[in-house]
């Protein structure tokens, strides 16, 4: 029998159990989180029109024309590799419905090492958790190894 496949955003779930749920539209990602970890297992999976469902209404992308930048996030997860994450921390919704996550994510284009730390903004649509935008680093930027940041010491200017 094969070995089960493990969920790409390194949660050590079963994909099944984990994010598909999500990505399938048959649930919603129940705090920030958990829709940030669905979103990096989306570029594994290449499951690009999740990634442009799970934008939030006022992110930038979202007054293009839905299948150009569903295309645009099709190529940029098939030219990559998504070997694992590790959340940093979360920050609950703020009295103005923000929610921020702290992440390592693990890339690589070619076998060439395209990383980066991103602090990323998460906001409630009425319908679920929505991708807001974010601040990234890569780790040659930091003085400090990725893992070792929080979101009180992550640099974001």
Known sequence: MPPVPLCPCSSGQRYKQCCAP??????????????????YSAFAQREAVYLWKTLHPDHPMRARPEADVVRELRAFAQAHQYPGLVVLGHQPPDTTGLSRVLFFARVFEKGKDQSFVERSDFRHD?????????????????????????LETFPAD
């Open 22 to 39: 999500f990505h399938k539209g048959e649930a919603e990602a129940p705090d920030a989180e958990r829709l940030m970890r669905s979103r």
């Open 126 to 150: 009425g319908t679920g958790w929505r991708y807001l935008d974010g601040v990234l680093k890569l780790p040659r930027e930091l003085k400090v190894p990725p893992e070792s940041l929080t």
